[in-house]
């Protein structure tokens, strides 16, 4: 006679948990899309002007009608270009893993039982989420740490009348997108890593 209210009671309790893993999980996925598409959207901007940089920057000689282009100036910043778009990488698997999880909480809440995921599923998906989030966060802020270094080193290192000598060696637009590519991805990952490691630590409780 009890089997019907702890039936009851079991259901209402996916239901929540269905309930909380969805909200969660599009909330994740939405800022993670977001600020993953500014990320990836500044550093195209950025490696675009920088290759045409490369490219176009000349350093003289000394020798009438000699130049060189400019390419060591910028080295600094390809390393954090670098690293940005290891986070981008890490930032599609954390997207992944947030849809995987939404696809969960879709299951949880069917009528079917025999739909329903089970906990071990759930726990590794939500574990995974969090793993990669914290990989992702670290890859991010060494590519923004490396670029706010170069960014540093280029501002005390310019002397009065630069931009008309040697105009790599001033803070350009192009620089300063790099370290916002940056943070944009870090605040992608920490949403992630946020909203998976909440629940997880929810439900383990």
Request: proline share 3%; aromatic share 8%; net charge positive.
């Amino acid at each position: 006679m009890q089997t019907a209210p702890l039936e009851s009671k079991l259901e209402s309790k996916l239901e929540r948990i269905g309930k909380v893993l969805r909200v969660t999980a599009w909330s994740s996925l939405s800022l993670q899309i977001g600020f993953g598409a500014v990320s990836a959207l500044m550093l195209l901007f950025a490696s675009a002007g920088r290759n045409f940089s490369q490219a176009n920057v000349v350093q003289p000689t000394g020798i009438p009608g000699v130049a060189v282009p400019i390419g060591q100036s910028s080295a600094g910043l390809g390393v954090g270009i670098f690293w940005a778009v290891c986070g981008i990488l890490a930032l599609l698997a954390g997207i992944y893993l947030s849809y995987r999880q939404t696809r969960l909480a879709r299951r949880l809440r069917h009528a079917d039982t025999m739909r329903h995921p089970s906990k071990s599923e759930v726990m590794t998906v939500l574990r995974w989420g969090a793993i990669v989030g914290v990989v992702g966060l670290l890859l991010m802020i060494i590519g923004g740490g490396t670029t706010l270094g170069f960014l540093f080193s280029k501002a005390i290192a310019q002397p009065r009348g630069v931009a008309i000598y040697n105009p790599s060696l001033t803070v350009r637009d192009i620089d300063i997108m790099v370290a916002m590519a940056n943070m944009s991805g870090i605040t992608a990952h920490f949403a992630g890593a946020v909203a998976s490691a909440g629940v997880f630590e929810w439900l383990h409780r």
